[in-house]
Nanobody
Framework: QLQLVESGGGKVQPGGSLRLSCAASGYTLNYYVVGWFRQAPGKEREGLSCISSSGTSTNYADSVKGRFTISRDNAKNTVYLQMNSLKAEDTAVYYC??????????????????WGQGTQVTVSS
């Protein structure tokens, strides 16, 4: 059973940066598309980005394009989300998720099979 654990969240000032990690255990991530999501209080979950199994293809939501970068290190069984130029509206619980797919189309998958428990990101002065 694939298990995902997010880390790297915390409190940061507006304009700051954080790097989130999504570490997998129980199985290799090499055959999974991985996505990042967030959910703010009172709001629906928002898909942010996804990355193909090889790391060669990525997609981003317009809300984070140009500010966030997704990457992966399959040797470390980990996917990352580098978040720069953070804004107060980026405050949310951030989740990673995985689905057994090798390739990525023009959009991120609609459904994921495995989810982490989330890490809180707070952007505030």
């Amino acid at each position: 059973q694939l298990q995902l654990v997010e880390s790297g969240g915390g409190k940061v000032q507006p304009g700051g940066s954080l790097r989130l990690s999504c570490a997998a255990s129980g199985y290799t991530l090499n055959y999974y598309v991985v996505g990042w999501f967030r959910q703010a209080p009172g709001k629906e979950r928002e898909g942010l980005s996804c990355i193909s199994s090889s790391g060669t293809s990525t997609n981003y939501a317009d809300s984070v394009k140009g500010r966030f970068t997704i990457s992966r290190d399959n040797a470390k069984n980990t996917v990352y989300l580098q978040m720069n130029s953070l804004k107060a509206e980026d405050t949310a619980v951030y989740y990673c998720a995985a689905v057994p797919l090798l390739f990525l189309g023009s959009n991120c998958p609609n459904e994921y099979d495995y989810w982490g428990q989330g890490t809180q990101v707070t952007v505030s002065s």
